[in-house]
């Protein structure tokens, strides 16, 4: 599932799915209900053309592209619980509610056995797996790890918005999480420290959230297995980005 302007990373989702599925659709569309009041939804990129050249090298049998889901806003709508509140949903109320609504009707519309979907999006693969157990859907989600440009920057949409300067300055992130994992060895708290300090020493990175939770729930975690999450803004552009480590155990 995506939302177009699709890059290299969407094309390692097709490749991944190419790999396992003996049918693979592609569906493109632009949500409406994961943006919030303060986000341009007429300014995220829509790149049709372009899409259907990269699924059409990438071998995807279909396209499936609507230009609405719903005719209306819809009265019903899946809750993203209280998971849905924190992280990427403190700082974007109601996003994960639209995330999922459209994931599900989605799934009900295509009824795929797998569905794949990158882990740059930590708490959008987690909501969904979620939901698909909740809910019953008979869909196995799958991750796939994030691509990387070869200076570190998670592959995104968002980087359109971008300058040049602006670019450059988004490098802080990779190296952030690249600092975390040299360090996990010495705890939670060292981690953060050296995360941290990095990303402070970019004066035009507003961080949102720096944080270390656990890859099955996002509940907050000091030992073993997490993810280091970051979310930041550069300009006026919001990204986010994350990577595994694992965590010693604590004395005592």
Avoid: W
Avoid at 7 to 15: D, F, K, V
Avoid at 63 to 76: I, Q, S
Avoid at 227 to 251: F, H, M, S
Wanted: hydrophobic share 45%; glycine share 8%.
């Amino acid at each position: 599932m995506t939302m177009g302007a699709l890059h290299a990373g969407h094309s390692e989702l097709i490749r991944a799915a190419r790999a396992r599925a003996d049918q693979l659709i592609v569906t493109i569309f632009v949500n409406p209900l994961q943006f919030g009041p303060r986000e341009d939804l007429t300014r995220y990129p829509r790149t049709l053309d372009a899409d259907l050249e990269i699924c059409a090298h990438e071998g995807v049998d279909v396209v499936f592209a609507p230009a609405v889901v719903h005719e209306t806003a819809p009265a019903v709508r899946v809750s993203a619980g209280p998971l849905g509140d924190v992280l990427e949903g403190a700082s974007r109320p109601g996003h994960f509610d639209g995330v999922l609504t459209i994931v599900a009707t989605l799934l009900n519309l295509t009824r795929p056995q797998l569905a794949f979907f990158g882990k740059k999006d930590a708490q959008q693969l987690v909501l969904v797996r979620r939901m698909v157990r909740d809910l019953a859907f008979p869909t196995e989600i799958v991750a796939v790890s994030t691509v990387r440009t070869p200076d570190g920057l998670a592959l995104s949409s968002r980087n359109a918005y971008l300058t040049t300067r602006q670019r450059r300055t988004a490098l802080a992130l990779p190296r952030a999480l690249a600092v975390g994992v040299s360090v996990a060895d010495e705890g939670a708290d060292v981690v953060l420290a050296a995360a941290g300090e990095v990303l402070t020493g970019e004066a035009d990175v507003e961080v949102d959230y720096l944080t270390l939770a656990s890859p099955h729930d996002l509940t907050p975690v000091r030992t073993g297995q997490a993810l280091l999450l970051v979310a930041a803004r550069v300009g006026t552009t919001r990204l986010i980005d994350n990577i595994e480590l694992t965590l010693p155990e604590e004395d005592g």
